[in-house]
T-cell receptor
Framework: GQNIDQPTEMTATEGAIVQINCTYQTSGFNGLFWYQQHAGEAPTFLSYNVLDGLEEKGRFSSFLSRSKGYSYLLLKELQMKDSASYLCASVDSNYQLIWGAGTKLIIKP | DAMVIQNPRYQVTQFGKPVTLSCSQTLNHNVMYWYQQKSSQAPKLLFHYYDKDFNNEADTPDNFQSRRPNTSFCFLDIRSPGLGDAAMYLC??????????????FGDGTRLSIL
């Protein structure tokens, strides 16, 4: 079967660094997306990885290891506005997105 | 700005009363998606259009129908809403002409409540 696992909830402190992990098992693999979703709003695109390694985009970085079926999203210099859910989605062999349930990130002052 | 627009933002309907949700896009993307998302759950793909080709997910209930009259517009029809259909409905688009791994762009969603 197809499965995406990510922690349900994480808490971090303003100004700190947090790493949100995602493991995936999908039929075929054509890359992995990370989306941010604030409560009651639509998901917004953060990053896409298809090759192994780290992609950096400002305060946010995303890492992929295809051999381990593993990705993480790294958020630096956390701000209160980063409080949101972070969804991991893998692209399967049919180019369909297999979504995780999201990790709710709570930022404390 | 080019965008994906969903109307209405909030929709209330009665149990069993048909309801239509709409989505329009100015991105000129060829693929459009409808998702259902319940609280703290992953978005669930209901169907998608690849140009005019309709693709229904195997587990999408018959109660849900969709229409795409042109590139810009897509509609979700719920023929007889039940209490379990209360959810956020998300419309998304992507442009597969630039490759199949383009990110999906989401509208703000329509939150559907059933009385």
């Amino acid at each position: 079967g197809q499965n995406i696992d990510q922690p349900t909830e994480m808490t971090a402190t303003e100004g700190a660094i947090v790493q949100i992990n995602c493991t995936y098992q999908t039929s075929g693999f054509n890359g992995l997306f990370w989306y941010q979703q604030h409560a009651g709003e639509a998901p917004t695109f953060l990053s896409y990885n298809v090759l192994d390694g780290l992609e950096e985009k400002g305060r946010f970085s995303s890492f992929l290891s295809r051999s381990k079926g593993y990705s993480y999203l790294l958020l630096k210099e956390l701000q209160m506005k980063d409080s949101a859910s972070y969804l991991c989605a893998s692209v399967d062999s049919n180019y369909q997105l297999i979504w995780g349930a999201g990790t709710k990130l709570i930022i404390k002052p | 700005d080019a965008m994906v627009i969903q109307n209405p933002r909030y929709q209330v309907t009665q149990f069993g009363k048909p309801v239509t949700l709409s989505c329009s896009q100015t991105l000129n993307h060829n693929v459009m998606y409808w998702y259902q998302q319940k609280s703290s759950q992953a978005p669930k793909l209901l169907f998608h259009y690849y140009d005019k080709d309709f693709n229904n997910e195997a587990d999408t209930p018959d109660n849900f129908q969709s229409r795409r009259p042109n590139t810009s517009f897509c509609f979700l029809d719920i023929r007889s809403p039940g209490l379990g259909d209360a959810a956020m409905y998300l419309c998304a688009t992507s442009n597969s002409t630039d490759g199949y791994n383009q990110p999906q762009h989401f509208g703000d969603g329509t939150r559907l409540s059933i009385l």
